[in-house]
């Protein structure tokens, strides 16, 4: 008898913490994933009670949880448009809250044998838009560009194209891929490709360094040119919510920002707010 009492004690004592339990859901950008998963790892670390569900799959697919009221946070890359806040202003009566919680230069990664050490935006801008197809016209040798980049639900392909191709078309010769590691490993295993991400998924490549014009210095993205925003793409890592974050959501939050968050930006690759 004495056994059966402890086991259904131990079964009600686990309902209840269950039941207490609070969930914290976040979905989005691929380029934030890593950041996202290592925050919630540590924040859970130190509150048993509350359990964060990352998940990514693109901000565009990120923003539309948001909408839909199927997420508590959405991470994004770029900053959200105004037909989408407008749709939140339909459903919710809010424009949503936006969090600056990183900063990021965003990388135009080269295969590591590759001549070309630097480009202009200019550049840049050529070769994504197809006027430019060889590496002899950028400096390097008589071979064709390969061109890689994300799918258009990714919020770094729309940021790259408003902000490097000024709204332009990418060229039909770019081949798409479904995050940035898959970007990084197709440049990687190809001395030709060009592609393009977050700078924390540099790993066995090497930077372009990028100038605003032919008269400018080159920079590659560092703690420094991106404080003090010498490296030409630099841009903010975004969280958005409905409606201002209250209790638990806003702990996580605040926690992001703090210097323990902002140090594992640090660790991951990026760059802090703060």
């Given at each position: 008898?004495?056994?059966?009492?402890?086991?259904?004690l131990?079964?009600?004592?686990?309902?209840?913490?269950?039941?207490?339990n609070?969930?914290i859901?976040?979905?989005?950008?691929?380029?934030?994933?890593?950041?996202?998963?290592?925050?919630?790892?540590?924040?859970?670390?130190?509150?048993?009670?509350?359990?964060?569900?990352?998940?990514?799959?693109?901000?565009?697919?990120?923003?539309?949880?948001l909408?839909?009221?199927?997420?508590?946070?959405c991470?994004?890359?770029?900053?959200?448009?105004?037909?989408?806040?407008?749709?939140?202003?339909?459903?919710?009566?809010t424009?949503g809250?936006?969090?600056?919680?990183?900063?990021?230069?965003?990388?135009?990664?080269?295969?590591?044998?590759?001549?070309?050490?630097?480009?202009?935006?200019?550049?840049?801008?050529?070769?994504?838009t197809?006027?430019?197809?060889?590496?002899?016209?950028?400096?390097?040798?008589?071979?064709?560009?390969?061109?890689?980049?994300?799918?258009?639900?990714s919020?770094?392909?729309?940021?790259?194209?408003?902000?490097?191709?000024?709204?332009?078309?990418?060229?039909?010769t770019?081949?798409?891929?479904?995050?940035?590691?898959?970007?990084?490993?197709?440049?990687?295993?190809?001395?030709?490709?060009i592609?393009y991400?977050?700078a924390a998924y540099a790993?066995?490549?090497?930077?372009?360094?990028?100038?605003?014009?032919?008269?400018?210095?080159?920079?590659?993205?560092?703690?420094?040119?991106?404080?003090?925003?010498?490296?030409?793409?630099?841009?903010?890592?975004?969280?958005?919510?409905?409606?201002?974050?209250?209790?638990?959501?806003?702990?996580?939050?605040?926690?992001?920002?703090?210097?323990?968050?902002?140090?594992?930006?640090t660790?991951?690759?990026?760059f802090?707010?703060?």
């Amino acid at each position: 008898m004495k056994n059966i009492i402890v086991l259904l004690l131990l079964a009600v004592f686990a309902f209840g913490f269950t039941a207490d339990n609070k969930v914290i859901t976040v979905k989005g950008s691929d380029t934030m994933v890593i950041l996202a998963q290592r925050w919630a790892e540590k924040y859970m670390e130190s509150h048993p009670g509350i359990t964060i569900q990352v998940t990514g799959g693109g901000s565009g697919i990120g923003i539309a949880a948001l909408i839909n009221g199927a997420t508590d946070i959405c991470d994004a890359p770029r900053p959200m448009k105004a037909s989408e806040r407008e749709k939140l202003k339909a459903r919710y009566n809010t424009l949503g809250v936006e969090v600056k919680a990183a900063k990021d230069g965003l990388s135009v990664y080269l295969n590591e044998s590759n001549s070309v050490k630097e480009l202009t935006l200019q550049q840049i801008k050529d070769i994504y838009t197809g006027k430019f197809t060889n590496w002899k016209q950028v400096g390097g040798k008589d071979a064709k560009i390969i061109v890689y980049g994300r799918e258009n639900s990714s919020g770094t392909y729309v940021y790259f194209k408003d902000n490097v191709l000024g709204g332009e078309d990418y060229t039909s010769t770019m081949q798409s891929l479904p995050g940035t590691a898959a970007v990084v490993n197709a440049v990687v295993k190809d001395q030709n490709a060009i592609g393009y991400g977050g700078a924390a998924y540099a790993k066995g490549i090497k930077y372009a360094a990028v100038k605003k014009d032919d008269k400018s210095p080159a920079y590659t993205p560092s703690e420094e040119t991106i404080k003090n925003n010498t490296y030409p793409i630099t841009r903010y890592l975004y969280m958005y919510l409905k409606v201002r974050p209250t209790g638990e959501i806003k702990d996580y939050i605040d926690w992001i920002l703090s210097k323990e968050g902002q140090d594992i930006v640090t660790k991951v690759g990026y760059f802090p707010v703060k």
